[in-house]
């Protein structure tokens, strides 16, 4: 029993050990993720249309005039971009419309810069949802992180209380005898 309390402790304080390194170098590598997010949106100079205005459609109104830096921000403007090549599309994809251009004849100057617009909108917005995506990723990274480092103490917490006891073995009969007479 006292041979595999210890193997126990030990393997559980190897676990703690692991887990107290992975945790805070996930929350590190997760705040350096969300700031290359941020400088990455920042370097592109996205900034959501002004109060009032006619790009800015409604239920947009609290990003009015913000500048894109974060995740959920890319994710709103994204949505904006899909309500503007949806409205400009007559509500046709870019797929829809590239079937119509080329079915036409690829002769139809119209359809041909619907099929641009639609294009260069959904590429933009596929920017930017990549960028939310690794925006929410890297939040996971953080929360694991967080995790992992609670449970390398709870781990670790356990591992000491399974420790196995020292038991000091006196070097003669005499010593164990006149130590429990000084313990009376």
Do not use: C
């Amino acid at each position: 029993m006292r041979k595999s309390r210890g193997i126990a402790s030990l393997l559980l304080a190897l676990a703690a050990v692991g887990l107290l390194v992975a945790g805070p170098v996930m929350v590190v590598k997760g705040a350096q993720a969300q700031d290359q997010i941020r400088h990455e949106l920042r370097t592109q100079k996205i900034v959501f249309p002004a109060q009032g205005s006619s790009g800015l459609p409604a239920g947009f109104e609290s990003y009015a005039g913000q500048q894109v830096v974060t995740g959920p921000q890319a994710k709103a403007y994204a949505d904006m971009v899909e309500i503007h090549v949806m409205k400009s599309t007559g509500g046709l994809t870019y797929s829809e419309v590239s079937d119509k251009w080329i079915a036409g004849g690829r002769t139809d100057t119209s359809l041909a810069q619907l099929r641009q617009t639609a294009f260069m909108g959904e590429s933009l917005r596929a920017s930017l949802m990549g960028a939310y995506q690794a925006w929410e990723l890297s939040w996971l990274v953080i929360g694991l992180g967080g995790l992992f480092f609670g449970l390398g103490i709870v781990l670790g917490t356990t591992a000491f209380a399974l420790r196995p006891e020292r038991i000091k073995v006196p070097v003669s009969p005499e010593a164990l005898e006149s130590r429990h007479l000084q313990h009376n």
